[in-house]
């Protein structure tokens, strides 16, 4: 099975709302969390990402919050915009030399 | 810079023929790694080459599969007597040497096999 996975495969916010899309990962061994946006006939682009000893990252309308104590990661996108519309991707890195896990993604739908 | 770069962006081939996908990766990258995407799906590993150590092929899901990445740079993934599963799009990333840094994704080359 999917070693991280989603809680719900869609989200449909309406322009201006704030936008929590939800993560969880089986591995307590895993030291970094990616968020992944990908949009259609796209390659997954990189939007944030938060180590291990953090629980907590901003960036710009994007922040990342880690809860290790119950394996949970969460993407929250501040005054949501149509053009953030895209399938958003969590992956994990279960150690050094290993390769990135991906969940199946949620799909924000965003309405003007 | 440049970005990695995936070549053909499109495939269409017949069954059992065989397709070689090509892969640019971010100049000085020294991490590269191959994903599948199916249609509406997440990412399924398929191989990592990492600097000049053995390559992890763990991900490949039969041996029609392989690749190969030369002079530590470009990398092709080849599959051979192709079926009409194999029908996806298939992703290239590469990654700095830096612990914990993200991976840079290609557009993906988008296999179709009928």
């Known amino acids: 099975g999917e070693s991280v996975g989603l809680h719900l495969p869609t989200l449909s916010v309406q322009e201006g709302d704030n936008s929590i899309i939800n993560c969880a990962y089986s591995n307590s061994a895993s030291d970094y969390f990616i968020w992944y946006k990908q949009e259609s006939g796209k390659g997954p682009q990189f939007i944030i990402d938060i180590r291990s000893n953090m629980d907590k990252r901003q960036g710009q309308r994007v922040t990342v919050l880690l809860n290790k104590t119950v394996k949970h990661l969460s993407l929250q996108i501040a005054a949501t915009q149509p053009g953030d519309s895209a399938v958003y991707f969590c992956?994990?890195?279960?150690?050094?030399?290993?390769?990135?896990?991906f969940g199946k993604g949620t799909t924000l739908s965003v309405s003007s | 810079g440049a970005g990695v770069s995936q070549s053909p962006s499109n495939k269409v081939t017949e069954k059992g023929k065989d397709v070689e996908l090509r892969c640019d990766p971010i100049?000085?990258?020294?991490?590269l790694y191959w994903y599948r995407q199916s249609l509406g799906q997440g990412l399924e590993f398929l191989i990592y080459f990492q600097g000049n150590s053995a390559p992890d092929k763990s991900g490949l899901p039969s041996d029609r599969f392989s690749a190969e990445r030369t002079g530590g740079s470009v990398s092709t993934l080849t599959i051979q007597r192709t079926q009409q599963e194999d029908s996806a799009v298939y992703l290239c990333?590469?990654?700095?040497?830096?612990?914990?840094?993200?991976?840079?994704f290609g557009n993906g080359t988008r296999l179709t096999v009928t």
């Open positions: 100049s000085g990258h020294t991490a």
């Open positions: 990333a590469s990654r700095s040497g830096q612990v914990n840094s993200p991976l840079h």
């Open positions: 992956a994990e890195n279960p150690g050094a030399g290993t390769a990135l896990i």
